[in-house]
């Protein structure tokens, strides 16, 4: 999916990016602000490219003019204020890189996660205690019955 950020939105985003799951060399990862890992960030925008927009904004304005440009006390500084005011910019945000960081193979392989889809051979789940639900199951519905 295409997003319509600017250049310096673009930048912005691959700046705070980094600064929020930076590489490491003693896990053998690569940062988020990494090429393959940052495209999957802009390309999977999706619904939360306004969020995202308003929080690249915010660190902007925290930083007093392009946050990307900005020395890294300037950006540490506007982060900690997006973190401080949290909302619906932020989360969406830290969802957009977060679930992009942890589609990458090279994480999943560091984190001892088989790199495979979901399906078809599907996932062990542990059975859990089935009686926990039975308080739900003897409550009276309490909804309309669709005809």
């Keep these: 999916m295409e997003t319509d950020l600017t250049e310096d939105q673009t ?5 705070v990016a980094g600064m929020m799951i930076p590489a490491s060399a003693a ?3 690569p940062g988020a602000d990494e090429d393959r890992i940052f495209a999957d960030i802009v390309g999977s925008l999706g619904r939360d490219a306004p969020q995202v927009k308003q929080a ?8 007093g003019g ?21 909302g619906a910019p932020l989360l969406a945000l830290s969802r957009a890189v977060a679930q992009a960081y942890y589609r990458d193979d090279r994480v ?17 789940v542990e059975q859990g205690d089935w009686s ?16």
């Design 27 to 29: 896990f053998g990862v």
């Design 108 to 124: 999943m392989r560091s984190l001892g996660i088989e790199v495979r889809p979901p399906f078809p051979r599907g996932y062990t």
């Design 11 to 15: 930048r912005c985003l691959r700046c």
């Design 66 to 86: 392009s946050f990307a440009d900005a020395d890294l006390a300037r950006r540490e500084q506007a982060a900690s204020a997006l973190r401080a005011q949290g």
């Design 56 to 63: 690249l904004l915010r660190l902007d304005a925290a930083a």
């Design 132 to 147: 926990l639900l039975d308080p739900v199951r003897e409550r009276p519905a309490f909804y309309r019955r669709a005809p």
